[in-house]
């Protein structure tokens, strides 16, 4: 157990489905998982596992924000001996082609955030993920004919779309990254990942289309009921790991 989770070692599954969202998780255990149990509830971050087709598979809530996942990610991979954390959540789109509900695979991921200065004094502000779990959901997506768009993202610490001028922040990000998506915690898991030796990966559907010639949003019951494909598509990858 850790200050943050109260289950039991052997109660993680060695692939842990990681959304932001409580919720989420919850609503994944519920809909997608068999003979589910709730291991960990410390702050309402819900951690559930169960069983998909057949696989183990541990289901636990983030946060938001890079501090909450760089915690949570953190403890799964030291004290759980978790192996892999596919990172599932939603995101601005900044491809002008994005769609509302395109689901994009980070490659890798630019941060101006300080994370890895702190974490373990080093200056690293772009990282990448695992190129195995990447390949693993790439062949499922073709499996299970769910479309998805690979590119490097970018993980802020502010919400984008609360930005006083998120073109100034987009300007600051090295010109050949050209990130086609924004989120808030995919650094803070793929640097864990690089610094413990396990492997990280996230996919992100899109909710927020940041364009000047028309923005849109979807509604939060979208957000909600909208990401199905996304989860299956979490969950059939995982059970190739």
């Known amino acids: 157990m850790t200050p943050h989770n109260e289950a039991k070692k052997e109660d993680i599954a060695k692939v842990?489905?990681?959304?932001?969202?409580?919720?989420?998780?919850?609503?994944?255990?519920?809909?997608?998982?068999?003979?589910?149990?709730?291991?960990?509830?410390?702050?309402?971050?819900?951690?559930?596992?169960?069983?998909?087709?057949?696989?183990?598979?541990?289901?636990?809530?983030?946060?938001?924000g890079m501090p909450s996942m760089g915690i949570y990610s953190y403890e799964l991979f030291k004290f759980y001996d978790v192996d892999t954390i596919i990172r599932i959540g939603s995101c601005g789109g900044y491809g002008l082609n994005l769609k509302l509900f395109d689901i994009i695979l980070s490659e890798q991921v630019y941060s101006e955030s300080n994370y890895a200065l702190q974490a373990n004094n080093e200056n690293c502000h772009l990282v990448e993920s695992s190129d195995l779990i990447n390949s693993i959901i790439e062949d499922t997506s073709k499996e299970i004919n769910v479309p998805i768009i690979k590119g490097t993202t970018t993980c802020t610490e502010c919400f984008d779309l609360y930005m006083k001028d998120v073109?100034?922040?987009?300007?600051?990000?090295?010109?050949?990254?050209?990130?086609?998506?924004?989120?808030?915690?995919?650094?803070?898991?793929?640097?864990?990942?690089?610094?413990?030796?396990?492997?990280?990966?996230?996919?992100?559907?899109?909710?927020?289309?940041?364009?000047?010639?028309?923005?849109?949003?979807?509604?939060?019951?979208?957000?909600?009921?909208?990401?199905?494909?996304?989860?299956?598509?979490?969950?059939?990858?995982?059970?190739?790991?």
């Open 16 to 64: 842990v489905i990681m959304p932001g969202d409580p919720l989420r998780a919850k609503y994944i255990a519920e809909n997608f998982l068999t003979g589910y149990k709730l291991v960990s509830s410390v702050r309402n971050i819900y951690c559930y596992t169960g069983k998909y087709k057949d696989k183990e598979i541990t289901v636990m809530a983030s946060g938001m």
């Open 167 to 241: 073109s100034k922040v987009l300007d600051r990000i090295p010109s050949n990254l050209k990130p086609i998506g924004c989120e808030m915690e995919a650094f803070a898991l793929f640097y864990n990942a690089k610094l413990l030796g396990k492997k990280a990966s996230c996919l992100m559907s899109v909710v927020d289309i940041n364009s000047n010639n028309k923005p849109q949003s979807a509604t939060a019951e979208e957000r909600e009921k909208g990401l199905n494909n996304m989860i299956k598509l979490a969950l059939e990858s995982a059970i190739k790991i």
